[in-house]
């Protein structure tokens, strides 16, 4: 039986709390710890006139129905719930369009592979990517340089873990683990590994997950990133505090050595007016879309999970949001 996506998502959306927003947020031009800018080039400001545009764009992307692959084995369920693994499914079935929708021409015009690249020229040392898709971002990643003999001897020769901390320090990904709960997307990613010269032969693993229950021991990541999925996990609260849990604590020194979160997500916007256009569309983008819930308030997800928010900014008329965040070191005893 052929399985409709709006079915899917409705499915899975009912077990999900969804909140409604009366507030204008304006946690970023108010807060003294979040910075406008990014090391990056940044985009330009939207013109008002490209701002209808980008809002049409960014609903279009959340909106895209998904058309089913052919090809997908079936594997054993790793879902943590009934609403997670009906989610598996869909994304195993619409796998092989994915790119179609969030590497298409709408993502494109709102500028997603820019700000993918933007995202990912931050990440170092031990990176973990969750809910990796069809692994749209890989291509973006700087590796790090395999550390020179004399600096490994530099440690004392024994010391493979000094030379990992030493590497990540620096700058660059020294290893990349990815997992996502979808066998048919981590399938379209590894492909696109083995078709990539630049990626074949770099240290990426792919696992079969539950973003709510990772399989990683706490603070195990120098770097932790998603991108476009806090929208679609049946409980997006729970995969933050995921998250939280596996990223290393900040450095506590202040120069910046410590693990960092990377997000870039679909969010409610900061304009009040589109903020409820959102709120009005969501149910119904969600259901007839990708399953995508494009209201959510991503900074109050990220300090509700106890992470400290260092940089923030947004993009398609506020309704993308890019964030990093920090987990804060633990008090000196
Ligand atoms: C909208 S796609 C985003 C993919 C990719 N991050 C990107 O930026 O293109 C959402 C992804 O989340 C995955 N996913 C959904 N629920 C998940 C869960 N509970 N745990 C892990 N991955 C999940 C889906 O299989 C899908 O690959």
């Known amino acids: 039986m052929r399985m409709q996506a709006q079915d899917v998502h409705s499915a899975a959306r009912s077990t999900r709390p969804r909140t409604r927003h009366v507030s204008i947020y304006c946690k970023i031009s108010n807060n003294n710890n979040v910075s406008r800018s990014l090391e990056s080039p940044q985009p330009q400001p939207a013109k008002p006139a490209r701002k209808l545009a980008s809002i049409v764009l960014a609903a ?20 943590t719930s009934s609403a997670a ?15 179609e929708l969030d590497g298409g021409a709408a993502a494109d ?6 700000l993918r690249a933007q995202l990912l020229a931050q990440a170092r040392g031990r990176t973990l990517e969750v809910a990796v898709g069809t692994g749209l971002n890989l291509q973006y990643y700087d590796w790090a340089q395999p550390a020179p003999a004399a600096a490994t001897e530099a440690t ?10 030493t590497a990540a320090a620096s700058s660059g990904v020294t290893s990349l683990d990815t997992v996502d709960l979808s066998p048919g997307m981590l399938a379209q990613a590894r492909a696109r590994v083995r078709g990539s010269p630049g990626l074949a032969g770099r240290p990426i693993a792919f696992q079969q997950a539950d973003v709510a229950a ?11 990133v998603d ?13 933050m505090h995921e998250l939280a849990r596996v990223v290393r604590p900040a450095s506590g020194g202040g120069g910046g050595g410590g693990g960092r979160l990377l997000l870039l997500e679909h969010s409610r916007s900061d304009n009040p007016l589109l903020a409820a256009y959102q709120d009005a569309t969501a149910g119904p983008v969600a259901a007839l879309g990708k399953g995508c819930v494009w209201n959510q308030d991503v900074e109050a997800m990220a300090a509700r999970a106890g992470l400290v928010v260092t940089r923030a900014e947004r993009f398609a008329a506020g309704t993308v949001e890019l964030l990093v965040a920090e987990k804060p070191a633990p008090p000196q005893q």
């Open 60 to 79: 279009a992307v959340a909106l895209s129905p998904l058309v089913p692959a052919t090809d997908v084995a079936a594997s054993e369920a790793v879902a």
């Open 85 to 99: 693994l009906e989610l598996q499914q869909a994304y195993d079935k619409y796998s092989a369009s994915y790119d």
């Open 109 to 114: 015009a709102l500028g997603f592979p820019q």
């Open 156 to 165: 004392g020769g024994g010391g493979e873990e000094e030379a990992a901390a």
């Open 214 to 224: 990772l399989p990683y021991a706490d603070s195990a990541f120098d770097t932790v």
């Open 227 to 239: 991108t476009f999925s806090l929208c679609v996990f049946p409980d997006p609260q729970a995969a």
